[in-house]
């Protein structure tokens, strides 16, 4: 379970969200839109989560949640968003970078906006296979399951 967040960003209004959710025609989770209003990312304490089907890798590590206006621009949601070199599908949001720099994304596009896992490696070569794992069904949960 998340203890807490260090290295926050500033502070986050519900305008602000809401301008990042016309942007890019989605729907955030109430859950991670208070997240966002609380904490507007930052590191997590604890930070393991557990990856579904994921061959030899059962654990994911979450380095940085991004926020908006981040004042690292690689952390801000809408740079993630506008830098990704593959087309991710419809909906699909990148919420947070492990250090090896690959996602952990929010499905807006599924009722209760589950949380996958974006294997960047199987980006490389041909540039268009993109491999999702299931983390867990919800932003809430991924909060609940975060382990040391």
């Given amino acids: 379970m998340i203890k807490q967040i260090i290295?926050?960003?500033?502070?986050?209004?519900?305008?602000?969200?809401?301008?990042f959710e016309n942007?890019?025609?989605i729907?955030?989770?109430?859950?991670?839109?208070?997240?966002?209003?609380?904490?507007?990312?930052?590191?997590?304490?604890?930070?393991?989560f557990p990856i579904t089907d994921m061959p030899y890798n059962p654990k994911g590590e979450i380095e940085v949640f991004f926020g908006l206006g981040a004042e690292i621009e690689s952390e801000d949601l809408n740079w993630v968003l506008e830098n990704l070199t593959v087309q991710q599908p419809t909906g699909v949001?990148?919420?947070?970078?492990?250090?090896m720099g690959n996602?952990?994304?929010?499905d807006t596009s599924k009722p209760g906006g589950p949380?996958?896992?974006?294997?960047?490696?199987?980006?490389w070569g041909d540039g268009n296979k993109?491999?999702?794992y299931p983390v867990v069904n919800s932003f809430e949960e991924l909060l609940a399951v975060l382990e040391d």
């Fill in 7 to 19: 290295k926050s960003n500033a502070p986050v209004s519900l305008d602000q969200i809401a301008a």
């Fill in 23 to 25: 942007r890019w025609r």
């Fill in 27 to 48: 729907k955030l989770p109430e859950a991670y839109r208070s997240f966002l209003l609380k904490n507007n990312g930052g590191e997590p304490i604890p930070a393991r």
């Fill in 93 to 99: 949001v990148p919420i947070a970078r492990n250090p």
């Fill in 103 to 106: 996602y952990l994304c929010l």
């Fill in 115 to 123: 949380i996958i896992y974006w294997d960047q490696k199987e980006c």
């Fill in 130 to 132: 993109i491999v999702f």
